[in-house]
């Protein structure tokens, strides 16, 4: 017998139980309402099946303590047992009352089947769930003492074979003290050679990284001389760049000057032969306009000048105020 197949002996037995609970429940309800409405006034009626579910009720936590309790191994005392008979037999006499009243011998034993099953039921499943919890304990006790056999073995198997691993590393630490003592020799020996190997390597490293350094700094030197080299004449070539801007600015400046004063010249020779007695012609009127707009005369003075009207005057100086294609009138 193993905890599986506890289990399921205690699933059997809790399913059968509350099929026969539920049964039982069921059959009480149909048969004692009958009872109960015949003895209950007229207007209280309804409640009748009220007593057969309470004292339903009572069984169902009874069966379901001492089922809770048999588990745990626990004992509730007296009341639990005044209880159950209790319940048990209110259950009987309820169901049995009304053939009994009726003098119904065999509906007493009818009706007494469905109650004394619910009472045997109730005592024997506790009984079992006792017995099984008994025997769970007494499983588990087994086993733990099995386990500390076995716990026991393992423990003198492992400090006897810790002995014998004891005995064989002293025996094998001597061997190997031995072997160390002619290894060490052998060691230092081999340690002297290579440590004078390493020495004259090192010394080699050193001459060979010390070349190498004097030839980076040789390398690094001429790099740096070719940079400021590079940097010299690229330096020499922006001064050159920026004087020839500032020449090329200046020769801009002074034939924008030399056309300013040359404008200048031909609107004061236009402007100085002063007012005219006669219209002169469109285009020397324009001209005439023109070198008055920009010196900033007025229209009156302008028509003076040319020997045009104000109106025609004022036209040319819309038209020079305001650019035509993007290019001022003056400026044409």
């Known amino acids: 017998m193993n905890a599986v197949h506890i289990r399921s002996a205690e699933r059997a037995l809790s399913a059968g139980t509350w099929l026969i609970v539920a049964g039982a429940m069921l059959y009480s309800i149909l048969t004692v309402t009958p009872l109960a409405s015949a003895h209950t006034p007229e207007k209280w009626g309804w409640t009748a099946p009220i007593l057969p579910l309470v004292v339903d009720a009572a069984v169902v936590i009874v069966v379901r303590l001492d089922a809770v ?19 048990g037999c209110m259950t009987l006499a309820l169901n049995v009352a009304d053939s009994a009243l009726k003098n119904d011998l065999v509906g007493v034993a009818v009706h007494a089947v469905a109650p004394l099953l619910l009472i045997v039921t109730a005592e024997t499943g506790l009984a079992y769930r006792r017995a099984i919890t008994a025997a769970v304990v007494a499983l588990e006790a087994k086993q733990q003492a099995e386990r500390e056999a076995r716990e026991r073995a393992a423990i003198e198997r492992r400090e006897e074979a810790t002995r014998r691993a004891r005995e064989e590393r002293e025996h094998t630490a001597a061997l190997a003290r031995e072997q160390r003592e002619q290894e060490a020799r052998m060691a230092r020996e081999q340690t002297e050679r290579e440590t004078a190997a390493r020495r004259e390597e090192r010394e080699r490293e050193q001459a060979r990284e010390q070349a190498e350094r004097d030839e980076r700094e040789r390398v690094e030197r001429e790099r740096e001389q070719r940079e400021r080299e590079r940097e010299r004449r690229e330096q020499e070539a922006t001064e050159h760049a920026r004087r020839e801007q500032r020449e090329l600015a200046e020769r801009e400046g002074r034939e924008r000057q030399e056309r300013e004063e040359r404008a200048a010249r031909e609107r004061a020779a236009l402007l100085s032969a002063g007012p005219v007695t006669e219209k002169l012609s469109e285009d020397d009127a324009r001209a005439i306009v023109a070198a008055a707009h920009a010196e ?31 290019v001022s009138v003056a400026g044409r």
């Open 69 to 87: 309790l048999a588990r745990l191994g626990g004992n509730g005392g007296r009341w639990p047992i005044a209880l159950r008979w209790m319940t």
């Open 296 to 326: 900033g005369m007025s229209v009156r003075t302008a028509a003076e000048l040319c020997g045009w009207s104000v109106g025609w005057i004022s036209s040319r100086y819309a038209e020079l105020r305001e650019p035509v294609n993007g």
